[in-house]
Protein backbone atom coordinates (compact mmCIF):
# COMPACT_ATOMS: atom_id res chain seq x y z
CA UNK A 1 0.00 0.00 0.00
CA UNK A 2 1.63 3.33 -1.09
CA UNK A 3 1.15 6.38 0.90
CA UNK A 4 -1.77 7.93 -0.57
CA UNK A 5 -3.88 4.76 0.28
CA UNK A 6 -2.94 4.70 3.58
CA UNK A 7 -3.34 8.07 4.65
CA UNK A 8 -6.71 7.08 3.05
CA UNK A 9 -7.29 3.81 5.25
CA UNK A 10 -6.29 5.62 8.66
CA UNK A 11 -8.52 8.28 7.65
CA UNK A 12 -11.49 5.88 7.06
CA UNK A 13 -11.03 4.42 10.12
CA UNK A 14 -10.94 7.56 12.29
CA UNK A 15 -14.08 8.29 10.45
CA UNK A 16 -15.24 5.41 12.12
CA UNK A 17 -14.47 6.13 15.42
CA UNK A 18 -15.40 10.09 14.82
CA UNK A 19 -18.15 10.07 12.67
CA UNK A 20 -18.39 13.88 13.02
CA UNK A 21 -15.30 14.41 11.48
CA UNK A 22 -15.18 15.80 7.84
CA UNK A 23 -11.94 14.50 5.92
CA UNK A 24 -11.37 17.94 4.30
CA UNK A 25 -10.50 19.52 8.04
CA UNK A 26 -7.81 17.30 8.98
CA UNK A 27 -4.19 18.64 8.67
CA UNK A 28 -1.83 16.24 8.37
CA UNK A 29 1.17 18.40 9.64
CA UNK A 30 -0.92 19.09 13.01
CA UNK A 31 -1.39 17.11 15.81
CA UNK A 32 -4.05 14.67 15.18
CA UNK A 33 -5.22 14.78 19.39
CA UNK A 34 -5.72 18.68 18.56
CA UNK A 35 -8.08 18.16 15.70
CA UNK A 36 -10.32 15.15 17.03
CA UNK A 37 -11.92 14.62 20.04
CA UNK A 38 -10.33 11.12 20.93
CA UNK A 39 -10.50 9.75 24.66
CA UNK A 40 -7.61 7.02 25.56
CA UNK A 41 -10.15 4.23 24.19
CA UNK A 42 -10.96 6.20 20.65
CA UNK A 43 -7.07 6.06 20.18
CA UNK A 44 -6.55 2.53 21.44
CA UNK A 45 -9.96 1.08 19.09
CA UNK A 46 -8.24 3.46 15.96
CA UNK A 47 -5.06 1.77 16.36
CA UNK A 48 -6.26 -1.83 16.61
CA UNK A 49 -8.68 -1.36 13.63
CA UNK A 50 -5.19 -0.09 11.81
CA UNK A 51 -4.10 -3.21 13.37
CA UNK A 52 -6.62 -5.26 12.25
CA UNK A 53 -6.78 -4.35 8.73
CA UNK A 54 -2.83 -3.85 7.94
CA UNK A 55 -1.80 -6.46 10.09
CA UNK A 56 0.79 -3.91 11.69
CA UNK A 57 1.84 -4.56 15.49
CA UNK A 58 1.77 -0.83 17.20
CA UNK A 59 3.74 -1.10 20.68
CA UNK A 60 2.61 1.03 23.12
CA UNK A 61 5.77 2.29 23.15
CA UNK A 62 5.93 3.70 19.81
CA UNK A 63 2.12 6.24 20.66
CA UNK A 64 5.10 8.92 21.29
CA UNK A 65 5.71 8.59 17.73
CA UNK A 66 1.97 8.94 16.14
CA UNK A 67 1.21 12.72 16.98
CA UNK A 68 0.21 13.96 13.61
CA UNK A 69 -1.68 11.99 10.49
CA UNK A 70 1.61 12.13 8.32
CA UNK A 71 3.63 10.44 11.32
CA UNK A 72 0.96 7.88 11.62
CA UNK A 73 1.03 7.47 7.50
CA UNK A 74 4.69 7.41 7.79
CA UNK A 75 5.21 4.98 10.64
CA UNK A 76 2.73 2.12 9.03
CA UNK A 77 4.59 2.88 5.93
CA UNK A 78 7.57 1.70 7.21
CA UNK A 79 6.43 -1.28 9.46
CA UNK A 80 4.84 -2.48 6.39
CA UNK A 81 8.12 -2.47 4.07
CA UNK B 1 -51.12 -12.09 35.60
CA UNK B 2 -47.68 -10.20 36.27
CA UNK B 3 -47.85 -7.12 35.17
CA UNK B 4 -44.94 -5.56 33.30
CA UNK B 5 -43.84 -2.04 33.82
CA UNK B 6 -41.81 0.63 32.30
CA UNK B 7 -38.99 0.89 34.49
CA UNK B 8 -37.05 3.93 35.47
CA UNK B 9 -33.62 4.04 33.24
CA UNK B 10 -32.01 6.76 34.86
CA UNK B 11 -32.35 8.95 37.30
CA UNK B 12 -32.66 12.15 34.77
CA UNK B 13 -36.13 9.59 33.08
CA UNK B 14 -39.71 10.49 33.30
CA UNK B 15 -41.18 8.49 30.46
CA UNK B 16 -40.56 5.97 27.87
CA UNK B 17 -41.22 5.41 24.42
CA UNK B 18 -42.03 1.96 23.37
CA UNK B 19 -40.21 1.47 19.82
CA UNK B 20 -40.92 -2.29 20.04
CA UNK B 21 -41.39 -5.56 21.24
CA UNK B 22 -39.13 -8.21 21.24
CA UNK B 23 -41.94 -10.33 22.84
CA UNK B 24 -44.99 -11.58 21.03
CA UNK B 25 -47.99 -12.85 22.89
CA UNK B 26 -47.43 -16.76 23.37
CA UNK B 27 -43.87 -16.46 23.51
CA UNK B 28 -42.03 -17.50 26.51
CA UNK B 29 -40.04 -15.53 28.56
CA UNK B 30 -37.27 -15.80 31.40
CA UNK B 31 -35.78 -13.53 34.01
CA UNK B 32 -33.25 -11.13 32.12
CA UNK B 33 -34.99 -11.73 28.59
CA UNK B 34 -35.07 -8.60 26.76
CA UNK B 35 -39.03 -8.12 25.70
CA UNK B 36 -39.03 -4.67 24.86
CA UNK B 37 -37.03 -1.78 23.26
CA UNK B 38 -37.70 1.62 24.68
CA UNK B 39 -35.98 5.13 24.07
CA UNK B 40 -35.21 7.82 26.79
CA UNK B 41 -34.25 11.19 25.44
CA UNK B 42 -30.95 9.51 25.92
CA UNK B 43 -30.43 6.14 24.01
CA UNK B 44 -32.98 3.41 22.86
CA UNK B 45 -32.95 1.00 26.04
CA UNK B 46 -33.03 -2.81 25.56
CA UNK B 47 -35.60 -3.51 28.43
CA UNK B 48 -35.08 -6.89 30.36
CA UNK B 49 -38.03 -8.53 32.65
CA UNK B 50 -37.00 -10.13 35.55
CA UNK B 51 -39.78 -13.11 36.39
CA UNK B 52 -40.60 -15.92 33.85
CA UNK B 53 -43.73 -16.15 32.31
CA UNK B 54 -45.78 -16.11 29.05
CA UNK B 55 -46.28 -12.95 26.92
CA UNK B 56 -50.56 -12.48 26.93
CA UNK B 57 -51.10 -9.08 26.15
CA UNK B 58 -49.17 -5.56 24.78
CA UNK B 59 -51.17 -2.82 26.60
CA UNK B 60 -49.07 -0.29 25.26
CA UNK B 61 -48.07 -0.13 21.28
CA UNK B 62 -44.69 0.35 19.50
CA UNK B 63 -44.86 4.46 18.97
CA UNK B 64 -46.81 5.15 22.35
CA UNK B 65 -45.13 7.42 24.94
CA UNK B 66 -45.94 6.59 28.54
CA UNK B 67 -44.28 7.42 32.08
CA UNK B 68 -42.32 5.43 34.49
CA UNK B 69 -44.18 2.86 36.03
CA UNK B 70 -46.87 1.95 33.07
CA UNK B 71 -47.84 -1.15 32.80
CA UNK B 72 -46.68 -1.84 29.00
CA UNK B 73 -47.83 -5.98 29.28
CA UNK B 74 -49.47 -8.21 30.40
CA UNK B 75 -48.02 -12.18 31.42
CA UNK B 76 -49.08 -15.13 32.33
CA UNK B 77 -47.47 -16.48 35.11
CA UNK B 78 -45.94 -20.00 34.88
CA UNK B 79 -49.05 -22.34 35.14
CA UNK B 80 -51.58 -20.09 34.88
CA UNK B 81 -54.46 -20.35 32.85
CA UNK B 82 -55.28 -17.60 30.28
CA UNK B 83 -58.78 -18.39 30.55
CA UNK B 84 -59.03 -18.36 34.28
CA UNK B 85 -56.10 -16.12 35.41
CA UNK B 86 -58.00 -12.59 37.15
CA UNK B 87 -57.29 -9.58 34.03
CA UNK B 88 -56.03 -6.59 36.75
CA UNK B 89 -57.34 -3.10 36.14
CA UNK B 90 -55.06 -1.13 34.18
CA UNK B 91 -55.33 2.61 34.57
CA UNK B 92 -55.73 4.17 31.04
CA UNK B 93 -52.51 5.30 29.42
CA UNK B 94 -52.51 8.94 29.11
CA UNK B 95 -49.12 10.34 27.15
CA UNK B 96 -47.09 11.75 29.09
CA UNK B 97 -46.22 14.98 30.57
CA UNK B 98 -47.30 16.10 27.13
CA UNK B 99 -47.91 19.90 27.62
CA UNK B 100 -51.26 21.12 26.62
CA UNK B 101 -51.07 22.67 22.40
CA UNK B 102 -51.75 26.47 22.61
CA UNK B 103 -54.53 26.37 20.67
CA UNK B 104 -56.53 22.93 20.84
CA UNK B 105 -59.93 22.95 19.90
CA UNK B 106 -61.10 21.92 23.08
CA UNK B 107 -64.99 21.21 22.49
CA UNK B 108 -63.66 18.19 20.12
CA UNK B 109 -61.20 17.17 23.05
CA UNK B 110 -62.78 14.03 24.86
CA UNK B 111 -62.27 12.84 28.57
CA UNK B 112 -58.62 13.75 29.31
CA UNK B 113 -57.28 10.15 29.60
CA UNK B 114 -59.75 7.83 28.04
CA UNK B 115 -58.90 5.29 26.19
CA UNK B 116 -59.52 5.81 23.03
CA UNK B 117 -59.77 3.34 19.53
CA UNK B 118 -57.06 4.61 17.28
CA UNK B 119 -55.46 2.77 14.62
CA UNK B 120 -51.83 1.99 14.81
CA UNK B 121 -51.13 3.87 11.26
CA UNK B 122 -53.39 7.06 12.92
CA UNK B 123 -51.71 6.89 15.75
CA UNK B 124 -48.17 6.72 14.20
CA UNK B 125 -49.31 9.31 11.52
CA UNK B 126 -50.58 11.86 14.54
CA UNK B 127 -47.13 11.18 15.44
CA UNK B 128 -45.43 12.69 12.38
CA UNK B 129 -47.40 15.05 12.04
CA UNK B 130 -47.34 16.57 15.67
CA UNK B 131 -50.99 16.40 16.48
CA UNK B 132 -52.35 16.01 19.80
CA UNK B 133 -54.94 12.89 19.85
CA UNK B 134 -56.67 13.86 22.47
CA UNK B 135 -58.41 16.93 20.25
CA UNK B 136 -58.83 14.93 17.73
CA UNK B 137 -62.61 13.94 16.97
CA UNK B 138 -62.68 10.55 15.84
CA UNK B 139 -65.22 9.82 12.62
CA UNK B 140 -64.02 6.04 12.29
CA UNK B 141 -66.41 3.27 13.63
CA UNK B 142 -67.18 3.62 17.26
CA UNK B 143 -65.67 6.93 17.25
CA UNK B 144 -62.03 5.48 16.58
CA UNK B 145 -59.61 7.92 15.47
CA UNK B 146 -58.73 7.05 11.54
CA UNK B 147 -56.01 8.41 9.44
CA UNK B 148 -58.24 10.92 7.68
CA UNK B 149 -59.07 12.74 11.15
CA UNK B 150 -55.74 13.22 12.09
CA UNK B 151 -54.91 15.10 8.73
CA UNK B 152 -57.60 17.19 9.08
CA UNK B 153 -56.62 18.03 12.99
CA UNK B 154 -52.82 18.43 11.60
CA UNK B 155 -54.03 21.38 9.02
CA UNK B 156 -56.44 22.75 12.05
CA UNK B 157 -53.83 22.75 14.94
CA UNK B 158 -49.98 23.83 15.05
CA UNK B 159 -47.79 20.80 15.98
CA UNK B 160 -47.78 19.42 19.32
CA UNK B 161 -43.93 20.52 20.74
CA UNK B 162 -42.72 17.53 22.87
CA UNK B 163 -40.53 19.11 24.85
CA UNK B 164 -41.46 22.03 27.15
CA UNK B 165 -39.72 25.04 26.65
CA UNK B 166 -36.20 25.28 27.62
CA UNK B 167 -35.12 28.62 29.55
CA UNK B 168 -32.20 30.47 27.71
CA UNK B 169 -30.61 33.41 28.82
CA UNK B 170 -32.00 35.66 31.59
CA UNK B 171 -34.91 33.50 31.91
CA UNK B 172 -36.53 33.62 28.54
CA UNK B 173 -38.18 30.98 26.62
CA UNK B 174 -35.95 30.02 23.56
CA UNK B 175 -37.62 28.03 20.60
CA UNK B 176 -38.16 24.04 21.87
CA UNK B 177 -37.02 21.60 19.24
CA UNK B 178 -37.73 18.10 18.94
CA UNK B 179 -33.71 18.04 18.93
CA UNK B 180 -32.69 14.75 20.54
CA UNK B 181 -29.71 16.85 22.00
CA UNK B 182 -32.10 19.58 23.55
CA UNK B 183 -34.03 16.56 25.13
CA UNK B 184 -30.80 15.06 26.80
CA UNK B 185 -29.94 18.53 27.79
CA UNK B 186 -33.70 18.49 29.63
CA UNK B 187 -33.16 15.24 30.80
CA UNK B 188 -29.53 15.48 32.40
CA UNK B 189 -30.79 19.31 33.93
CA UNK B 190 -33.53 17.67 36.03
CA UNK B 191 -31.52 14.55 37.57
CA UNK B 192 -28.61 17.05 38.31
CA UNK B 193 -30.96 19.89 39.54
CA UNK B 194 -32.75 16.88 41.68
CA UNK B 195 -29.17 15.84 42.88
CA UNK B 196 -28.06 19.01 44.08
CA UNK B 197 -31.39 20.33 45.68
CA UNK B 198 -31.52 16.68 47.47
CA UNK B 199 -28.09 15.93 48.28
CA UNK B 200 -26.36 17.26 50.75
CA UNK B 201 -22.50 16.94 48.60
CA UNK B 202 -19.24 16.97 50.65
CA UNK B 203 -16.37 17.23 48.41
CA UNK B 204 -12.80 15.22 49.31
CA UNK B 205 -9.37 14.83 46.84
CA UNK B 206 -6.55 13.15 46.50
CA UNK B 207 -3.02 13.34 44.68
CA UNK B 208 -2.51 9.47 44.14
CA UNK B 209 1.03 8.67 42.44
CA UNK B 210 0.38 6.36 39.62
CA UNK B 211 4.11 5.40 39.23
CA UNK B 212 3.60 1.58 40.21
CA UNK B 213 0.25 1.43 38.17
CA UNK B 214 1.96 2.73 35.11
CA UNK B 215 4.59 0.39 35.20
CA UNK B 216 2.62 -2.33 35.67
CA UNK B 217 0.57 -1.53 32.70
CA UNK B 218 3.21 -0.52 30.60
CA UNK B 219 5.01 -4.47 31.38
CA UNK B 220 1.51 -6.13 31.13
CA UNK B 221 0.21 -4.27 27.97
CA UNK B 222 3.79 -5.26 26.39
CA UNK B 223 3.10 -9.18 26.86
CA UNK B 224 -0.31 -8.94 25.70
CA UNK B 225 -1.78 -8.42 22.11
CA UNK B 226 -2.71 -5.20 21.21
CA UNK B 227 -6.24 -6.87 20.78
CA UNK B 228 -6.02 -7.51 24.89
CA UNK B 229 -4.81 -4.29 25.84
CA UNK B 230 -5.55 -2.40 29.14
CA UNK B 231 -6.37 0.92 29.72
CA UNK B 232 -5.83 2.58 32.96
CA UNK B 233 -9.58 3.55 33.38
CA UNK B 234 -9.91 0.18 34.21
CA UNK B 235 -7.61 -0.11 37.14
CA UNK B 236 -9.11 2.78 38.74
CA UNK B 237 -12.55 1.19 38.15
CA UNK B 238 -11.23 -2.04 39.78
CA UNK B 239 -9.23 -0.06 42.31
CA UNK B 240 -12.82 1.85 43.30
CA UNK B 241 -14.91 -1.60 43.17
CA UNK B 242 -12.06 -3.11 45.84
CA UNK B 243 -12.53 0.19 47.88
CA UNK B 244 -15.87 -0.14 48.46
CA UNK B 245 -15.71 -3.21 49.91
CA UNK B 246 -13.51 -1.42 52.63
CA UNK B 247 -16.08 1.52 53.22
CA UNK B 248 -19.91 0.31 52.35
CA UNK B 249 -21.34 3.53 52.78
CA UNK B 250 -20.07 4.76 49.40
CA UNK B 251 -21.71 1.91 47.59
CA UNK B 252 -25.66 1.48 47.18
CA UNK B 253 -29.22 3.75 46.88
CA UNK B 254 -30.47 6.09 49.21
CA UNK B 255 -34.49 5.78 49.25
CA UNK B 256 -37.16 6.95 51.27
CA UNK B 257 -35.17 8.19 53.93
CA UNK B 258 -32.43 5.74 54.87
CA UNK B 259 -29.24 4.13 52.95
CA UNK B 260 -29.27 0.63 51.97
CA UNK B 261 -25.80 -0.29 51.23
CA UNK B 262 -25.46 -2.60 47.87
CA UNK B 263 -22.76 -5.74 48.23
CA UNK B 264 -22.24 -6.15 44.59
CA UNK B 265 -20.52 -2.92 42.86
CA UNK B 266 -22.11 -1.59 39.94
CA UNK B 267 -19.96 0.94 38.66
CA UNK B 268 -21.71 3.77 36.16
CA UNK B 269 -19.36 4.64 33.74
CA UNK B 270 -19.82 8.12 32.97
CA UNK B 271 -19.63 8.33 28.85
CA UNK B 272 -19.43 11.34 26.93
CA UNK B 273 -21.39 11.39 23.79
CA UNK B 274 -19.91 12.57 20.43
CA UNK B 275 -23.43 14.80 19.58
CA UNK B 276 -23.14 16.27 23.01
CA UNK B 277 -24.63 15.36 26.39
CA UNK B 278 -23.34 12.34 28.86
CA UNK B 279 -25.06 9.06 29.84
CA UNK B 280 -23.36 7.10 32.42
CA UNK B 281 -24.25 3.07 32.34
CA UNK B 282 -22.96 0.57 34.71
CA UNK B 283 -20.74 -2.52 34.23
CA UNK B 284 -22.10 -4.99 36.45
CA UNK B 285 -20.29 -6.89 39.55
CA UNK B 286 -16.79 -4.98 39.00
CA UNK B 287 -15.61 -6.33 42.62
CA UNK B 288 -16.17 -9.75 41.08
CA UNK B 289 -14.31 -9.11 37.17
CA UNK B 290 -10.64 -9.45 36.48
CA UNK B 291 -9.13 -6.19 34.54
CA UNK B 292 -9.52 -8.23 31.17
CA UNK B 293 -13.16 -8.77 31.49
CA UNK B 294 -13.72 -5.34 33.08
CA UNK B 295 -11.79 -4.21 29.56
CA UNK B 296 -13.85 -5.49 27.62
CA UNK B 297 -16.88 -4.74 29.39
CA UNK B 298 -15.76 -1.60 29.19
CA UNK B 299 -14.81 -1.15 25.51
CA UNK B 300 -18.29 -2.83 24.86
CA UNK B 301 -20.40 -0.71 27.30
CA UNK B 302 -18.63 3.01 25.57
CA UNK B 303 -19.33 1.11 21.89
CA UNK B 304 -23.15 0.74 22.78
CA UNK B 305 -23.48 3.48 24.53
CA UNK B 306 -22.48 5.98 21.85
CA UNK B 307 -24.18 3.92 18.98
CA UNK B 308 -27.85 4.02 21.83
CA UNK B 309 -28.00 0.50 22.48
CA UNK B 310 -28.06 -0.11 26.15
CA UNK B 311 -30.24 -2.49 28.58
CA UNK B 312 -32.33 -1.44 31.20
CA UNK B 313 -30.22 -2.86 33.99
CA UNK B 314 -27.14 -1.06 33.03
CA UNK B 315 -29.39 2.31 33.66
CA UNK B 316 -31.63 1.62 36.27
CA UNK B 317 -29.23 -0.01 38.92
CA UNK B 318 -25.68 1.46 39.00
CA UNK B 319 -24.40 1.81 42.95
CA UNK B 320 -21.63 4.32 42.23
CA UNK B 321 -20.61 6.49 39.59
CA UNK B 322 -16.88 6.91 38.23
CA UNK B 323 -15.89 9.99 35.52
CA UNK B 324 -12.58 10.20 34.20
CA UNK B 325 -12.45 13.41 32.93
CA UNK B 326 -8.92 13.65 32.60
CA UNK B 327 -8.67 12.93 29.04
CA UNK B 328 -10.10 17.03 28.18
CA UNK B 329 -6.78 17.82 30.58
CA UNK B 330 -8.81 19.36 33.36
CA UNK B 331 -6.83 18.69 36.66
CA UNK B 332 -9.44 17.46 38.81
CA UNK B 333 -13.37 16.71 38.76
CA UNK B 334 -15.87 16.88 41.20
CA UNK B 335 -18.77 15.06 40.01
CA UNK B 336 -22.29 15.62 41.11
CA UNK B 337 -23.84 12.52 42.24
CA UNK B 338 -26.61 10.42 40.30
CA UNK B 339 -29.49 9.76 42.59
CA UNK B 340 -30.00 7.68 44.22
CA UNK B 341 -26.83 7.02 44.20
CA UNK B 342 -24.47 8.18 47.02
CA UNK B 343 -20.98 8.75 45.80
CA UNK B 344 -19.29 10.24 42.48
CA UNK B 345 -15.68 9.48 42.07
CA UNK B 346 -13.49 11.57 39.96
CA UNK B 347 -10.06 11.17 38.11
CA UNK B 348 -8.50 13.86 36.80
CA UNK B 349 -5.70 14.09 34.27
CA UNK B 350 -2.86 11.85 34.52
CA UNK B 351 0.25 14.14 34.51
CA UNK B 352 4.25 13.86 35.31
CA UNK B 353 4.70 16.00 38.75
CA UNK B 354 7.68 16.32 41.46
CA UNK B 355 6.75 13.24 43.93
CA UNK B 356 8.21 12.88 47.41
CA UNK B 357 8.84 9.44 48.28
CA UNK B 358 11.57 7.98 50.85
CA UNK B 359 12.59 11.49 51.35
CA UNK B 360 13.34 12.06 47.95
CA UNK B 361 12.10 14.06 44.95
CA UNK B 362 11.16 12.03 41.57
CA UNK B 363 8.98 12.38 38.72
CA UNK B 364 6.29 10.63 38.83
CA UNK B 365 2.58 10.37 36.93
CA UNK B 366 0.13 11.40 39.13
CA UNK B 367 -3.82 11.59 39.13
CA UNK B 368 -5.99 13.64 41.09
CA UNK B 369 -8.64 11.65 42.53
CA UNK B 370 -11.72 13.55 44.09
CA UNK B 371 -14.72 12.02 45.99
CA UNK B 372 -18.20 13.79 45.48
CA UNK B 373 -20.46 11.73 48.35
CA UNK B 374 -23.75 12.19 50.12
CA UNK B 375 -23.44 13.35 53.77
CA UNK B 376 -26.58 11.56 54.33
CA UNK B 377 -24.73 8.23 54.36
CA UNK B 378 -21.03 9.20 55.03
CA UNK B 379 -19.14 11.74 56.64
CA UNK B 380 -16.35 13.30 55.32
CA UNK B 381 -14.01 11.13 57.70
CA UNK B 382 -15.73 7.69 56.12
CA UNK B 383 -14.65 9.25 52.71
CA UNK B 384 -10.99 10.02 53.59
CA UNK B 385 -10.66 6.35 54.51
CA UNK B 386 -12.06 5.69 50.86
CA UNK B 387 -10.11 7.82 48.86
CA UNK B 388 -6.83 6.52 50.98
CA UNK B 389 -7.75 3.32 50.49
CA UNK B 390 -8.30 3.91 46.27
CA UNK B 391 -4.41 5.16 46.54
CA UNK B 392 -3.43 2.26 48.73
CA UNK B 393 -5.00 -0.11 46.15
CA UNK B 394 -3.35 1.58 42.98
CA UNK B 395 0.30 1.08 44.86
CA UNK B 396 -0.35 -2.86 44.28
CA UNK B 397 -1.24 -3.35 40.02
CA UNK B 398 -0.85 -6.77 40.14
CA UNK B 399 -3.19 -7.59 42.83
CA UNK B 400 -6.12 -5.73 41.21
Known amino acids: MDALELRKTVVEELMRIAPE ?14 QVDLDSMDWLNFLVALHERLKVEIPEADYAKLVRLDDIVAYLKSKQA | MIEFKLPALG ?24 VAVVDTSKAAVEVEIWEEGTMHEWIV ?15 LAPGENPETAVRPEIAPVRPAAAPAPVAAPAAAAPAPGARRRISPAARKHAEDLGVNLDAVEGTGPGGAVTVEDIERAAKA ?14 GKAVQPTLDRAAEMRRAIALAMSRSKREI ?25 PMTGRLLMAVLTLRAVALACKACPDMNGHFRDGRFAPSAAVHAGVAISLRQGGLIAPGIHDVQAKSLSELMRNLADLVKRARAGSLRSSEMSDPTITVTNLGE ?11 PPQV ?16 GEVRIAPAVVASLSADHRASDGHR ?4 LAEIARLLQQPEKL
Open chain 1, 21 to 34: LEEGELAGSRPLRE
Open chain 2, 11 to 34: SDMEEGKLLEWKAKPGDKVKRGDV
Open chain 2, 61 to 75: QPGETVPIGAVLALL
Open chain 2, 157 to 170: APPRRSAPPLLGEE
Open chain 2, 200 to 224: PHYYLSETISLARAAAWLEAENARR
Open chain 2, 328 to 338: GGVESVFGVIY
Open chain 2, 343 to 358: AIVGFGTIARRPWVED
Open chain 2, 383 to 386: GALF
